[in-house]
């Protein structure tokens, strides 16, 4: 069973458009994050929610719309597309961790690999 | 942000061979975790380096965490052409902060 999945894969679409991407976990666990890496696979965080909380936004432009309905699940929507925005993005989760001052593993989803013409 | 320094940036390993990457910080760490991914692959999850000084070993892995908590290290020995990919470091506190990461390639 897949643990983090992500949908869809790969999503190519023109600039000014807007798209969604889904992600789901099954693991059980509190926060979830989505995450862009960009052509020189610098990783950076973009948001974090914990039980459907939005407890971390990294400076993201607000044409990025992070929604949690639930604490499985958190998506993606992105309005008003630009070049820029070409990236992979990855969803993960992990549970909080408690005594030793940093957050758990991170359990990646498979990545959507976005590209905008 | 504060970031963490991983050098280098790219390591060209003959199979066999032991290569190490390094990842450095200039404030204390609580802990730092590390990460491979593989070519169109994702991060996977290697280790939790928690406590000063820690040395961990999976097979040929050896991470190991500096005395000050300001530094961490990867070794591999005899590389293998399945150890290709890129491993990051990252530093954990209320977020994981990656380091640009080291890509591994192999060669036969």
């Known amino acids: 069973d897949t643990a983090v999945s992500q949908t869809p894969k790969y999503l190519v679409t023109q600039m000014g458009n807007d798209k969604s991407i889904k992600c789901e976990q099954n693991?059980?666990?509190?926060?979830m994050y989505w995450y862009k890496q960009d052509s020189k696979k610098f990783l950076k965080i973009m948001f974090s929610?914990?039980?459907?909380?939005?407890?971390i936004n990294e400076t993201v432009p607000n044409r990025f719309s992070p929604k949690s309905p639930d604490k499985a699940h958190l998506n993606l929507h992105i309005n008003s597309l630009e070049l820029g925005d070409s990236a992979v993005y990855f969803c993960?989760?992990?549970?909080?961790?408690?005594?030793?001052?940093?957050?758990?593993?991170?359990?990646f989803g498979p990545g959507t690999r976005l590209t905008v013409t | 942000g504060q970031q963490v320094m991983q050098i280098p940036q790219y390591q060209h390993v003959q199979e066999g061979e032991d290569f190490t990457t390094y990842c450095n910080s200039s404030?204390?760490?609580?802990?730092i975790q590390w990460y491979k991914q593989r070519p169109g692959g994702h991060p996977v999850f290697l280790i939790q380096?928690?406590?000063?000084?820690e040395v961990k070993k999976q097979k040929r892995l050896t991470f190991q965490f500096g005395e000050a908590k300001k530094n961490s290290s990867l070794h591999i020995t005899a590389t293998q052409t399945t150890d290709v990919g890129t491993y990051f470091c990252?530093?954990?506190?209320?977020?994981?902060?990656f380091g640009a990461g080291t890509t591994v390639t192999v060669r036969a």
């Open positions: 990252a530093r954990s506190d209320y977020k994981l902060s």
């Open positions: 404030t204390t760490l609580s802990n």
């Open positions: 380096l928690v406590k000063s000084g």
């Open positions: 993960a989760s992990s549970q909080v961790l408690t005594g030793t001052g940093g957050i758990g593993k991170q359990y």
């Open positions: 693991l059980g666990h509190d926060t």
């Open positions: 929610y914990n039980n459907k909380e939005l407890i």
